[in-house]
C-alpha cells in the first residue's frame, strides 16, 4: 500500500502562482511515475504532468510553459509549481503514485482543491 498526502491548494487571483505538494509513504518502489491529474467540475479527471524516478517529465498542453514539475526522490514527494493561473485551471488536483510496469496499480491522494478567481 502507499498513501499520498497532498497540501498547497488554495484560492489565488488569475495570474498567481501556487505550489502543491505530495508526499507518499508506504511500499514505495524505487522506479516509479509520480505526478498529477486534476478534475473540473463536471469534467472528466485530466493528466496534469508526471515525471519518473529517472526525472523524465510530460505535461498537458494546456500548461506547458506555465506549470513545473519536480521531486525529491530521497522524501519521495513529488512538487507542481504553477503559475501565470487562470480560471480554467481551478480544479480539485490528485497526486498520483504507480510503478513503471505496465498494467501496475494507480494510488492517488485525496485531492487539493485550486481555485482561480478571474
Known amino acids: 500500500q502507499v498513501q499520498l498526502v497532498e497540501s498547497g491548494g488554495g484560492l489565488v487571483q488569475a495570474g498567481g502562482s501556487l505550489r502543491l505538494s505530495c508526499v507518499a509513504s508506504?511500499?514505495?518502489?524505487?522506479?516509479?511515475?509520480m505526478g498529477w491529474y486534476r478534475q473540473a467540475p463536471g469534467k472528466q479527471r485530466e493528466l496534469v504532468a508526471g515525471i519518473t524516478s529517472g526525472g523524465s517529465t510530460n505535461y498537458a498542453d494546456s500548461v506547458k510553459g506555465r506549470f513545473t514539475i519536480s521531486r525529491d526522490s530521497a522524501k519521495y514527494a513529488v512538487y507542481l509549481q504553477m503559475n501565470s493561473l487562470n480560471a480554467e485551471d481551478t480544479a480539485v488536483y490528485y497526486c498520483y503514485y504507480r510503478k513503471t510496469l505496465p498494467g501496475s496499480l494507480v494510488y492517488w491522494g485525496q485531492g487539493t482543491q485550486v481555485t482561480v478567481s478571474s
Open positions: 508506504g511500499s514505495i518502489f524505487s522506479i516509479n511515475v
